[in-house]
Nanobody, 117 residues
Framework: QLNLQESGPGLVKPSQTLSLTCTVS??????????WSWIRQPPGKGLEWLGA???????HYNPSLKNHTSISRDTSKNQFSLHLSSVTPEDTAVYYC?????????WGQGTQVTVSA
């Protein structure tokens, strides 16, 4: 069974970097054709795709956030991470990691991150 679990600080100060990690179990993140994504949902708003890292390590980003977003992976720990720099209170949201393979999608439970002084 493929499972994803987000982890990281629930509170981040403005201007700092928001860093989250997704730990994957059940499948290696390097297996062919898997696509590993970060998505967020601000309060009262819809889902917003932030970016992704493919099974081969290539990265892709939402153009509206490209200058502030970085996604990396640690294959020895079967984890991939999100780094969002220079955050503001508008970055407060529930953050999800998600896997896509073919016609299947798997979601983490989500983690609340609040940006506040």
């Amino acid at each position: 069974q493929l499972n994803l679990q987000e982890s990281g600080p629930g509170l981040v100060k403005p201007s700092q970097t928001l860093s989250l990690t997704c730990t994957v179990s059940g499948v290696s993140i390097t297996i062919n054709y898997y696509y590993w994504s970060w998505i967020r949902q601000p309060p009262g708003k819809g889902l917003e795709w932030l970016g992704a890292i493919s099974y081969d390590g290539s990265t892709h980003y939402n153009p509206s956030l490209k200058n502030h977003t970085s996604i990396s992976r640690d294959t020895s720990k079967n984890q991939f991470s999100l780094h969002l720099s220079s955050v503001t209170p508008e970055d407060t949201a529930v953050y999800y990691c998600k896997a896509i393979m073919g016609r299947s999608a798997y979601w983490g439970q989500g983690t609340q991150v609040t940006v506040s002084a």
